[in-house]
């Protein structure tokens, strides 16, 4: 489509049914007039007019009226996610508290996955953060790779680099088991269980990917799925089932079922096709069988639905009454 979000229009378009079109038509009232801000119509009285601009504007009478308080967040010239406020009498977009981005288009988290933040950070609470502090134990180094955090001991240090790290001239005492799954190596959409004390991710049921970036399910619009199949609940499936009526038959073409009517058969293929009635061909008559031309004329020719007749060269008349010209 051309647009999903206003943001992919122009600023004085909208997008309205997945195209970028004028939001004014037809908004605004008697005597007023549109103008778009950051894809939102704002209705506003012709010049000398007061009154509601979405329904109808006047002329103010010659008594002296209070000014009407016109509130410039209504309607809001904010983008997603953003919040208005009025601030000497105009209006201030910001956006909604732990996003960021333009108010006056788009609000969003900094991140939603790791991948969306740079290598040496994780994405925490839709914050890219430093994954590190409070994971390692004592005498151990935190060092992020690939987004995870990686706990190793102190040069000289040996033991559990999550919980404690001893001088090698030290013998450790005996440390209880650490989780692998604390914190989980997994991404999004995924489970983390404990497999001969490493950590193992897998994907939740019914979605898909490596569990150790992110899952995501089957599909989300039919562009994920073969041609031949449509995304239905996450699911690529034959569209197909249920289509078509009687005798009808179902083909699926870049993702949208098409329902045509058996060969021989004609109607609605979406309710019921019925037999194509026999054609009855015409009955085909030889208007020269039998011969209209008499006696003394020459062999008749047919020329379309007409049988054309003539004379012989040494008679006179005309067929089927062709004589000779004497007789005694």
Known sequence: PECVVNSDCPSDKACINRKCQDPCPGLCGINAYCRVRNH??????NKG??????????RPPTTTRRPEVINPCNPSPCGTNAVCSERNQAASCTCLPGLQGNPYIECKPECTINQECPQNLACIANKCKDPCPGVCGVHATCEVRNHYPNCRCDPGYEGDPFSVCYRKTTPPPIVE????CIPSPCGSNARCTERSGAASCQCIPEYFGDPYVACR???????????????????????????CGINAQCNVRNHIPTCTCLEGYIGDPFTECRLKPLAIEPVVSDPCDPNPCGPNSNPPRTIG???????????????PNCRPECVV
Not at 49 to 58: A, M, N, Q, V
Not at 177 to 180: G, L, M, R, T
Not at 229 to 239: E, S
């Open 217 to 243: 399910p089957e599909c989300v619009v039919n562009s994920d799925c073969p041609s031949n199949k449509a995304c239905q609940r996450n699911k690529c499936i034959d569209p197909c089932p249920g289509t």
């Open 177 to 180: 088991d650490v989780n692998p």
């Open 305 to 319: 639905d007409r049988c054309q007749c003539s004379c012989l060269p040494e008679m006179i008349g005309s067929p």
């Open 49 to 58: 007019y007061i009154g509601d601009p979405f329904s109808e504007c006047r």
């Open 40 to 45: 939102i119509p704002i209705c506003v009285c």
